[in-house]
């Protein structure tokens, strides 16, 4: 990928500046850590951050730790009603037992016509961080994503990786029914300004980058498929023409055709004149649902590409009775981002902010990687491995989609906000900052 097209020069700060930065810095950052480590101010969000206190459970109002209820047998049971055990982000009991959030499997037919093309653009998104369930014990996003390593996690038991020994783990627990979603609680209580679903969401509306593009070929329209072909596109830039249709084959309800990212597509030949080498030839739909597994994609996420490994993309395809044209609903994404592709979202993230990007060099960076990596809690490879340090940060997000084009194939051409010797894309968590 051609992320260094049009290096900058290093930004070299003098002692005023970087002190300013880091104040800046601080103050976007501060809040979380009095979440994090203030109990006189918040000693919970959840049931789970209580149980170190045994007979306690989380007032998610108060955000405080109360006795728990003792005339029902209330305390661990899940908070959603599902099946309980524990109290471990209402999903994970003491033993470790959930009933893993898994895709469905596919559907078992003999075949089906193979005769629809849906290309989607993916240009809403939630990352979960919604209000918590009131008395519920829950976050938004205790149910979003799925199981990715097939363990029920507690804080102390069955533990998919270990954390890096120079740093102190956030929480490894797992969500409910075994969901591992550790970006979206960093977010919640570490990343407060930096990523929001409103803001990402309002800059897509605005003309940045989607989040991505779906294609999904050989697809019958009816309710079970057992194999369909799927394939992720990285939008780059607006194809021209896009805005008046221009664009061969129209624009659609998402109003934009896209270039795609060269490094992951390809000019083809036949019908889909664009290929991807991110596909999943076995994809299927059962009830209207599409599950799709990929080995690695590559999101945009502020117009900043960030590689997930192992994901999982699931969603109903709803045709318009009106239209004819397809849309995605209630779509996840849940994968493993690489601890590289995590520290990675540091400078173009504080940048839109602060208007200068987080270097290796910057004041503040041992500090920031030192939190941001008390949150990885997988490995990439997805094969669990407690005595292996985690390399990833579990990831699951909610997404919605419309019809979309894809206008050819395009070279990334960003500027780098760090030159490559300071940039936090060349770092991993495996080693303590420097």
């Known amino acids: 990928m051609n992320l260094h097209a049009n ?33 006189e101010d918040s000693q919970c969000e959840r049931d789970s951050d209580c149980a170190g206190q045994p007979g306690m459970r989380c007032d998610v109002a108060a955000r405080v730790c109360v006795a728990a209820a003792t005339d029902g047998g209330e305390e661990g049971g899940d908070a959603a009603g599902g099946s309980g055990g524990g109290g471990v982000d209402g999903g994970a009991g003491a033993a470790g037992a959930c009933t893993p959030a898994h895709p469905p499997p596919a559907p078992v037919i003999v075949d089906s016509p193979d005769s629809l093309t849906i ?27 799925y199981d990715l390593d097939s363990l029920c996690t507690t804080a102390t038991e069955n533990l998919s990786c270990k954390p890096p020994s120079w740093t102190t783990a956030a929480d490894m627990s797992d969500m409910i029914d075994g969901r591992d979603n550790n970006v979206a609680r960093m977010l919640v209580k570490a990343g407060q300004g930096m990523l929001t679903t409103p803001t990402v969401n309002a800059g897509m509306a605005a003309g940045e980058r989607p989040f991505g593009i779906l294609r999904v070929t050989g697809y019958s329209g009816l309710p079970a498929d057992n194999v369909v072909r799927a394939e992720w596109y990285v939008p780059v830039a607006k194809a021209q023409g896009s805005e ?15 270039m795609v990212d060269s490094e992951s597509a390809f000019e083809a030949d036949g019908a889909e004149a664009v290929g991807s080498t991110m596909v999943d030839g076995k994809a299927y739909v059962v009830d209207h649902m599409l599950v799709a597994h990929f080995d690695r994609i590559v ?26 044209e ?21 400078p173009p993230m504080i940048n839109k902010i602060l208007k200068v990007p987080v270097c290796t060099d910057s004041e503040v960076y041992s500090a920031t990687k030192t939190m941001l990596c008390g949150y990885v809690d997988i490995l990439r490879s997805g094969t669990p491995n407690p005595e292996s340090e985690c390399d990833a940060a579990s990831i699951g997000i909610g997404m919605t989609a419309g019809p979309g ?12 906000l760090c030159p490559p010797a300071t940039d936090p894309r060349q770092d991993t968590c495996h080693t303590p900052p420097k």
């Open 7 to 39: 290096p900058m020069p290093s930004r070299l700060l003098s002692l005023g500046a970087t002190s300013a930065l880091a104040a800046a810095l601080i103050a976007v950052v501060a809040p979380s850590c009095s979440v994090l480590l203030d109990k």
């Open 119 to 145: 290309t989607l653009t993916i240009d809403n998104i939630d990352l979960g961080e919604g209000p918590p369930v009131k008395d519920a014990g829950t976050i938004a996003y205790d149910t979003l994503g």
């Open 244 to 258: 008046d249709a221009g664009v061969e084959g129209g624009t659609g309800a998402a109003g934009t055709g896209w």
């Open 299 to 324: 999101i945009n996420m502020r117009e900043t590409p960030v590689e997930i490994a192992g994901a999982w993309v699931t969603g109903r395809l709803d045709k318009d009775s009106q239209t004819g």
């Open 326 to 346: 397809w849309s995605l609903k209630a779509g996840v994404m849940a994968g493993r981002m690489p601890s590289f592709a995590l520290l990675g979202l540091l």
């Open 405 to 416: 084009v894809i206008g050819g194939v395009a070279v990334r051409n960003d500027p780098a």
